[in-house]
């Protein structure tokens, strides 16, 4: 997991690489999931790293103490957080307008977790060729199946380097979803892919 509190940051991550390779977006304002990103961070930051890097978008880390107010605030881990996480809730709004730009079919609903899978290719991030995934269903939050669908994304970056890989994989999964992930059911696997370009 990664800290981002601008795109640029997160252009300039993607130069770096030198082979091609997905990136996420994790879109989650903190004031209204900080029960599910403060017990989750670890676990997601444990899957993720090796063939994912997933950006936290409007995220920070090192702020004193000093400097937090409404806006900037301390992440309460329930590890001691010595990064000081923290999250900004300008850089975020900043970030959401520039994704809405970017992924034609991604519309901000602060209503439940996002993550925007995105190709990255030669250094530079393909912003059309993108996946859009609700971690949680809105009408019904299932906490468990953000896990389970970060935990799959996690695995199918092992094995796959493209959007549409991961996306027909996701697809055959939620059709078996009775014997591949047998916590998802079809219907909120197909809530959960909410676009792909």
Known sequence: MLVALNLETINNTAKKYKNDRLIGILIARYDTNKDLIAPNYELWNSLTGKHLDVFLAGYGSYISPDETNDRKKIIEFTEPNVNRVYFDTDAFVSIIRKLEQNVKKYNFKDTSPVLILLNVKNGKIIWKENL?????????????????????????????????????ELTFHSINAKHSLPEI????????????I
Not at 185 to 196: P, R
């Open 132 to 168: 859009v995934v609700a971690l949680m269903n809105d009408k019904k939050p299932v906490p468990f199946s953000m896990n389970s669908i970060m935990t799959k994304v996690s695995k199918l970056t092992e094995k796959y380097n493209s959007i549409y890989e991961i996306s027909n």
């Open 185 to 196: 059911s079809i219907s909120d696997l197909f809530t959960l892919i909410t676009s792909i």
